[in-house]
T-cell receptor
Framework: DQQVKQNSPSLSVQEGRISILNCDYTNSMFDYFLWYKKYPAEGPTFLISISSIKDKNEDGRFTVFLNKSAKHLSLHIVPSQPGDSAVYFCAASGNQFYFGTGTSLTVIP | EAGVAQSPRYKIIEKRQSVAFWCNPISGHATLYWYQQILGQGPKLLIQFQNNGVVDDSQLPKDRFSAERLKGVDSTLKIQPAKLEDSAVYLC?????????????FGPGTRLTVL
């Protein structure tokens, strides 16, 4: 049973434009949500997180939005840069950690 | 600050053989995690330690997988005997405290191929 879902396996965006990565979850008891970025042959690295009591968290070019009623979160990257090309995983935390299947982002120069 | 270390980076074995992976977390991190990431999927938590005690091993196939964290520092994950479906990247991560508010730091992973 996939409790965290990323329905878009891939996304291509032009450099300088906005990248929007989406994530849906099923368990309303999750209290923390995180985004990780992964380059090939490396482990995931933490990008940004948001508590379930908030609806927005911003860190530089990265903003995460949380819509609890829709059980949906999204990561916005503005402006997108070629170095942002990677696989992005969303994750949710409750009594356990659950990762989505990942979205491969390609930023075209 | 040194990151999470894992070895080996790659391992190829035949089915029914045994294999062991090693992880050294970031110094001072009380919580250690082992994940299995099958190609095209997200990481799946296998086991979580808090110091040298097991917090969660509900998704660990205990008939063939075992893990230990002696002295609450480094950890080993063993598979015995291996099956074809165990082919995956095994990721180790550590954090200061339990998941959620504490960021997890991941190692580079061990890519296991079972033939």
């Amino acid at each position: 049973d996939q409790q965290v879902k990323q329905n878009s396996p891939s996304l291509s965006v032009q450099e300088g434009r906005i990248s929007i990565l989406n994530c849906d979850y099923t368990n309303s008891m999750f209290d923390y949500f995180l985004w990780y970025k992964k380059y090939p042959a490396e482990g995931p690295t933490f990008l940004i997180s948001i508590s379930s009591i908030k609806d927005k968290n911003e860190d530089g070019r990265f903003t995460v939005f949380l819509n609890k009623s829709a059980k949906h979160l999204s990561l916005h990257i503005v402006p997108s840069q070629p170095g942002d090309s990677a696989v992005y995983f969303c994750a949710a935390s409750g009594n356990q950690f659950y990762f989505g299947t990942g979205t491969s982002l390609t930023v075209i120069p | 600050e040194a990151g999470v270390a894992q070895s080996p980076r790659y391992k190829i074995i035949e089915k029914r053989q045994s294999v062991a992976f090693w992880c050294n977390p970031i110094s001072g991190h009380a919580t250690l995690y082992w994940y299995q990431q099958i190609l095209g999927q997200g990481p799946k938590l296998l086991i979580q330690f808090q110091n040298n005690g097991v917090v969660d091993d509900s998704q660990l196939p205990k008939d063939r997988f075992s893990a230990e964290r002696l002295k609450g520092v480094d950890s080993t994950l063993k598979i015995q005997p291996a099956k074809l479906e165990d082919s995956a990247v095994y990721l180790c991560a550590s954090s200061l405290g339990l998941a959620g508010t504490y960021e997890q730091f991941f190692g580079p992973g061990t890519r296991l191929t079972v033939l």
